[in-house]
Nanobody
Framework: QVQLVESGGGLVQAGGSLRLSCAAS?????????MAWFRQAPGKEREFVAA????????RYADSVKGRFTISRDNAKITVYLQMNSLRPEDTAVYYC????????????????WGQGTQVTVSS
């Protein structure tokens, strides 16, 4: 079994920054998993934010966050990060970490494991 635990969410003013972390654990977790961040705002579908390959050599971003968000990973710590800068009220959502062998991709159904989510609220 694989567990993903997100942290780092909170309330921030527009223009501010937050750094999300996702710690992975479990006997079946493989460092070869691609990992990703998705988000879901109230009344909206879950949407892709960013993804990273197992080596960190390949990353993908949603157009809405390019140039503002950076995804990275530390395989020694089995942790993936999402540095979010220049936050906007429309970034408000629950952010979810995901892991899977078929990534890094943009669609949720290619990821096998999901965390419980962490709330990010950006005030105007």
């Amino acid at each position: 079994q694989v567990q993903l635990v997100e942290s780092g969410g909170g309330l921030v003013q527009a223009g501010g920054s937050l750094r999300l972390s996702c710690a992975a654990s479990g006997r079946t977790f493989r460092s070869s998993y691609a990992m990703a961040w998705f988000r879901q705002a109230p009344g909206k579908e879950r949407e892709f934010v960013a993804a990273i390959s197992w080596s960190g050599g390949s990353t993908r971003y949603a157009d809405s966050v390019k140039g503002r968000f950076t995804i990275s990973r530390d395989n020694a710590k089995i942790t993936v990060y999402l540095q979010m800068n220049s936050l906007r009220p429309e970034d408000t959502a629950v952010y979810y970490c995901a892991a899977g062998l078929r990534g890094p991709g943009l669609t949720p159904n290619i990821y096998d494991y999901w965390g419980q989510g962490t709330q990010v609220t950006v005030s105007s």
